[in-house]
Protein backbone atom coordinates (compact mmCIF):
# COMPACT_ATOMS: atom_id res chain seq x y z
CA UNK A 1 0.00 0.00 0.00
CA UNK A 2 0.80 3.50 -0.33
CA UNK A 3 2.94 4.75 2.50
CA UNK A 4 5.00 8.29 2.82
CA UNK A 5 7.42 8.72 5.74
CA UNK A 6 8.78 12.40 6.56
CA UNK A 7 12.06 12.25 8.74
CA UNK A 8 14.96 14.54 9.78
CA UNK A 9 16.20 16.42 13.18
CA UNK A 10 14.04 17.79 15.80
CA UNK A 11 15.78 21.06 16.54
CA UNK A 12 17.51 22.86 14.28
CA UNK A 13 19.67 25.76 14.90
CA UNK A 14 18.71 29.26 13.56
CA UNK A 15 19.71 30.48 10.51
CA UNK A 16 20.71 26.78 9.69
CA UNK A 17 20.03 24.54 7.23
CA UNK A 18 17.20 22.06 7.48
CA UNK A 19 17.23 18.67 5.59
CA UNK A 20 14.45 16.51 5.31
CA UNK A 21 13.60 13.17 3.92
CA UNK A 22 10.27 11.49 2.91
CA UNK A 23 10.58 8.03 1.99
CA UNK A 24 7.73 6.31 0.31
CA UNK A 25 6.61 3.24 -0.98
CA UNK A 26 3.98 1.25 -2.97
CA UNK A 27 4.65 3.23 -5.88
CA UNK A 28 6.67 5.15 -7.98
CA UNK A 29 8.38 8.74 -7.52
CA UNK A 30 8.74 8.45 -11.64
CA UNK A 31 5.10 8.52 -12.20
CA UNK A 32 3.86 10.87 -9.49
CA UNK A 33 4.81 13.82 -7.63
CA UNK A 34 5.31 14.52 -4.47
CA UNK A 35 4.65 18.08 -2.51
CA UNK A 36 5.95 19.53 1.21
CA UNK A 37 2.80 20.88 3.25
CA UNK A 38 4.27 22.71 6.64
CA UNK A 39 2.18 23.97 9.47
CA UNK A 40 2.99 25.69 12.28
CA UNK A 41 2.17 24.92 15.82
CA UNK A 42 -1.84 25.87 15.93
CA UNK A 43 -2.08 27.04 12.69
CA UNK A 44 -3.22 26.54 9.15
CA UNK A 45 -1.57 24.38 6.01
CA UNK A 46 1.30 26.02 3.93
CA UNK A 47 2.24 24.45 0.17
CA UNK A 48 5.89 24.18 -0.10
CA UNK A 49 6.56 22.90 -2.92
CA UNK A 50 6.65 20.06 -5.38
CA UNK A 51 8.53 17.62 -7.27
CA UNK A 52 7.33 16.09 -10.12
CA UNK A 53 7.19 12.76 -12.02
CA UNK A 54 9.81 14.08 -14.39
CA UNK A 55 11.49 15.73 -12.01
CA UNK A 56 10.94 19.36 -12.32
CA UNK A 57 10.06 21.67 -9.22
CA UNK A 58 7.56 24.13 -8.06
CA UNK A 59 8.20 26.52 -4.81
CA UNK A 60 6.05 28.69 -3.04
CA UNK A 61 7.56 32.18 -4.26
CA UNK A 62 7.41 33.32 -0.48
CA UNK A 63 9.96 29.98 0.34
CA UNK A 64 11.39 30.20 -3.15
CA UNK A 65 15.13 31.68 -2.54
CA UNK A 66 15.58 29.44 0.46
CA UNK A 67 14.03 26.34 -0.78
CA UNK A 68 14.90 23.48 -2.55
CA UNK A 69 13.17 20.02 -3.41
CA UNK A 70 15.30 16.98 -4.67
CA UNK A 71 14.88 13.25 -5.10
CA UNK A 72 16.95 10.01 -5.46
CA UNK A 73 13.99 7.37 -7.44
CA UNK A 74 16.62 4.05 -6.80
CA UNK A 75 15.78 4.98 -3.35
CA UNK A 76 12.11 5.76 -3.34
CA UNK A 77 12.97 8.88 -0.93
CA UNK A 78 12.58 12.71 -1.93
CA UNK A 79 14.38 15.31 -0.05
CA UNK A 80 13.47 19.21 1.17
CA UNK A 81 16.31 21.50 2.26
CA UNK A 82 15.76 25.02 3.17
CA UNK A 83 18.35 27.58 4.76
CA UNK A 84 18.39 30.50 6.95
CA UNK A 85 15.92 28.92 9.03
CA UNK A 86 14.27 31.22 11.48
CA UNK A 87 11.87 30.77 14.77
CA UNK A 88 9.09 31.30 12.58
CA UNK A 89 9.80 28.03 10.56
CA UNK A 90 8.99 26.23 13.48
CA UNK A 91 6.43 24.02 12.33
CA UNK A 92 5.03 20.37 11.70
CA UNK A 93 6.21 19.32 7.98
CA UNK A 94 4.26 16.77 5.63
CA UNK A 95 5.01 15.33 2.26
CA UNK A 96 1.80 13.98 0.40
CA UNK A 97 1.01 12.48 -2.76
CA UNK A 98 -1.61 13.08 -4.89
CA UNK A 99 -3.84 9.79 -5.80
CA UNK A 100 -6.95 9.26 -7.91
CA UNK A 101 -9.83 10.39 -5.45
CA UNK A 102 -7.67 10.93 -3.04
CA UNK A 103 -4.53 12.42 -1.34
CA UNK A 104 -1.63 10.12 0.47
CA UNK A 105 -0.03 12.25 3.62
CA UNK A 106 3.02 11.20 5.58
CA UNK A 107 2.68 11.39 9.98
CA UNK A 108 4.22 14.67 9.74
CA UNK A 109 7.66 15.34 10.99
CA UNK A 110 7.78 18.14 14.31
CA UNK A 111 10.54 20.68 13.85
CA UNK A 112 11.38 23.40 16.35
CA UNK A 113 14.25 26.21 15.26
CA UNK A 114 15.60 26.92 18.39
CA UNK A 115 19.00 27.68 19.93
CA UNK B 1 -1.61 34.60 -4.72
CA UNK B 2 -5.03 33.53 -4.51
CA UNK B 3 -6.53 34.13 -0.62
CA UNK B 4 -9.11 31.62 0.37
CA UNK B 5 -11.52 32.82 3.11
CA UNK B 6 -13.09 30.49 5.54
CA UNK B 7 -16.13 31.05 7.06
CA UNK B 8 -16.92 30.71 10.30
CA UNK B 9 -13.64 30.02 12.20
CA UNK B 10 -15.43 27.69 14.38
CA UNK B 11 -18.66 25.51 14.49
CA UNK B 12 -20.13 23.86 17.73
CA UNK B 13 -22.99 21.45 16.12
CA UNK B 14 -25.31 18.77 18.46
CA UNK B 15 -24.47 15.40 16.95
CA UNK B 16 -27.22 13.87 14.17
CA UNK B 17 -27.21 18.03 13.25
CA UNK B 18 -26.09 19.32 10.70
CA UNK B 19 -23.23 22.17 9.87
CA UNK B 20 -21.87 24.16 6.63
CA UNK B 21 -19.11 25.59 6.12
CA UNK B 22 -17.75 28.26 3.56
CA UNK B 23 -15.30 29.06 1.63
CA UNK B 24 -14.43 32.02 -1.14
CA UNK B 25 -11.67 32.28 -3.67
CA UNK B 26 -9.94 35.66 -4.37
CA UNK B 27 -9.97 34.53 -7.90
CA UNK B 28 -11.93 31.93 -10.15
CA UNK B 29 -10.99 28.39 -9.42
CA UNK B 30 -12.58 27.78 -12.61
CA UNK B 31 -9.88 26.05 -14.83
CA UNK B 32 -9.43 26.18 -18.78
CA UNK B 33 -10.68 22.35 -18.77
CA UNK B 34 -13.97 23.31 -16.89
CA UNK B 35 -12.42 21.61 -13.73
CA UNK B 36 -13.37 23.70 -10.72
CA UNK B 37 -10.03 23.39 -8.40
CA UNK B 38 -11.80 23.46 -4.91
CA UNK B 39 -10.66 20.84 -2.19
CA UNK B 40 -11.65 20.20 1.29
CA UNK B 41 -9.48 18.37 4.09
CA UNK B 42 -10.26 17.59 7.60
CA UNK B 43 -7.45 17.52 10.29
CA UNK B 44 -8.36 15.49 13.18
CA UNK B 45 -6.86 16.41 16.48
CA UNK B 46 -2.96 14.86 16.19
CA UNK B 47 -3.58 13.63 12.61
CA UNK B 48 -2.82 14.59 9.43
CA UNK B 49 -5.11 15.66 6.93
CA UNK B 50 -7.62 14.11 4.82
CA UNK B 51 -8.76 15.01 1.43
CA UNK B 52 -12.41 15.02 1.87
CA UNK B 53 -13.54 16.35 -1.42
CA UNK B 54 -11.71 16.79 -4.78
CA UNK B 55 -12.59 19.11 -7.65
CA UNK B 56 -15.72 20.81 -5.82
CA UNK B 57 -18.35 17.70 -5.45
CA UNK B 58 -16.07 14.88 -5.66
CA UNK B 59 -16.52 13.07 -2.82
CA UNK B 60 -12.56 11.19 -1.91
CA UNK B 61 -12.62 7.49 -1.48
CA UNK B 62 -13.96 5.90 1.30
CA UNK B 63 -15.21 9.49 2.89
CA UNK B 64 -18.92 8.77 4.02
CA UNK B 65 -22.14 10.28 2.01
CA UNK B 66 -22.61 12.67 4.88
CA UNK B 67 -20.42 15.39 3.46
CA UNK B 68 -21.08 17.30 -0.22
CA UNK B 69 -19.81 20.29 -1.40
CA UNK B 70 -21.42 22.82 -4.09
CA UNK B 71 -20.40 25.90 -5.23
CA UNK B 72 -19.93 28.63 -8.39
CA UNK B 73 -16.40 29.66 -9.36
CA UNK B 74 -15.64 31.64 -6.08
CA UNK B 75 -17.86 30.63 -3.78
CA UNK B 76 -18.34 27.22 -2.08
CA UNK B 77 -20.01 25.33 0.71
CA UNK B 78 -19.22 21.98 2.51
CA UNK B 79 -22.12 20.19 4.22
CA UNK B 80 -21.87 18.02 6.63
CA UNK B 81 -24.98 16.06 7.52
CA UNK B 82 -25.50 14.23 10.60
CA UNK B 83 -22.82 14.92 12.12
CA UNK B 84 -20.44 12.48 14.42
CA UNK B 85 -18.14 12.54 16.55
CA UNK B 86 -15.35 11.41 14.10
CA UNK B 87 -16.54 14.15 12.45
CA UNK B 88 -14.81 16.60 15.02
CA UNK B 89 -11.73 18.79 13.96
CA UNK B 90 -10.18 21.37 11.16
CA UNK B 91 -11.93 21.87 7.97
CA UNK B 92 -9.56 23.34 5.81
CA UNK B 93 -10.38 24.25 1.42
CA UNK B 94 -8.00 24.98 -0.62
CA UNK B 95 -6.97 25.20 -4.25
CA UNK B 96 -4.51 23.44 -7.02
CA UNK B 97 -5.34 25.75 -9.71
CA UNK B 98 -1.93 27.31 -10.03
CA UNK B 99 1.06 28.07 -8.06
CA UNK B 100 1.38 28.25 -5.13
CA UNK B 101 -1.35 25.91 -4.28
CA UNK B 102 -2.95 27.44 -1.03
CA UNK B 103 -5.35 26.96 1.64
CA UNK B 104 -7.90 28.87 3.69
CA UNK B 105 -7.25 29.51 7.13
CA UNK B 106 -9.50 26.35 8.80
CA UNK B 107 -12.80 26.17 10.48
CA UNK B 108 -12.69 23.88 13.46
CA UNK B 109 -15.53 22.01 14.03
CA UNK B 110 -16.64 20.89 17.77
CA UNK B 111 -19.84 19.21 19.18
CA UNK B 112 -22.25 20.25 21.57
Known amino acids: QVQLKESGPGLVQPSQTLSLTCTVSGFSLTSNSVSWVRQPPGKGLEWMGAIWSGGSTDYNSALKSRLSISRDTSKSQVFLKMNSLQTEDTAIYFC?????????WGQGVMVTVSS | DIVLTQAPLSVSVTPGESASISCRSS???????????LYWYLQRPGKSPQLLIY???NLASGVPDRFSSSGSETDFTLKISKVETEDVGVYYC?????????FGGGTKLELK
Open chain 2, 27 to 37: KSLLSSKGITS
Open chain 2, 55 to 57: QMS
Open chain 1, 96 to 104: TRRGTGRDY
Open chain 2, 94 to 102: GHRLEYPWT
